[in-house]
């Protein structure tokens, strides 16, 4: 199933400045939000499948260098037959090694999810934890991994630094780091907490099929008057 979440749009107008549409900061944040709005929508999707909130958590780290559709493919018919968290905290690597091998990086991710099932059991009573700090104590859990459960489980507004919000969110001059702890905070002094979450689904949307990394398609970017790295 895909679990959506019915976004409630405030408004953002008190960043807004018009001086020039070519900007250097955030002078058009408002423009540039309401137009991926429009574009986009305003429904925050999680195109992971699961159903128990760990599972959301195993899919998350998963995900790491491969498409959602892939880690469905893998991980739905596993949660199926082991649907409980101690199947997962009692896997031996190698066994679960061979289940995920199709999505890669399979050695580390099979280690790491079994470490984060014990030590959501031992440690946390089975439940996925939701403040930052516990979700980092976890195995194979970032500050990315650790805001895309915040946003979805708990509905806390979180940025998810990815590498399109990491690219884009540099082209549109909302922040010059590289860092991306760095662009997590940038950003969240840029943009309001209503598109924290949004932001980042509206942006992996953008990068995809828009401003592609090696090939952007500027004149069909329908943000390309307030984007200072615009090539037409």
Known sequence: ??????????????????????????????????????????????????????????????????????????????????????????????????????????????????????????RFDGKVPSTIEELTSLAGVGRKTANVIRGNLYDDPSIVVDTHVKRISNKLGFTKESDPVKIEYDLMKVLPKDHWILYNMQIITLGRQICIARRPKCSECFLREYCPSCEV
């Open 1 to 122: 199933m895909n679990n959506k979440v019915k976004y409630n749009k405030e408004s953002s107008k008190t960043l807004i400045s018009k001086k020039s549409k070519k900007f250097t900061g955030n002078k058009n944040v408002s423009e540039i939000l309401e137009l991926l709005d429009k574009n986009y929508g305003t429904d925050v999707i999680c195109y992971l499948k699961y159903n128990t909130d760990w599972q959301l958590l195993f899919s998350v780290i998963l995900s790491a260098q491969c498409t959602d559709d892939r880690v469905n493919q893998v991980a739905v018919p596993l949660y199926e037959k082991y649907d409980k968290l101690s199947d997962w905290a009692n896997f031996m690597p190698e066994e679960l090694e061979r289940k995920i091998y199709s999505i890669g990086f399979y050695r580390n991710k099979a280690k790491n999810i079994i470490s984060c099932a014990n030590d959501l059991l031992n």
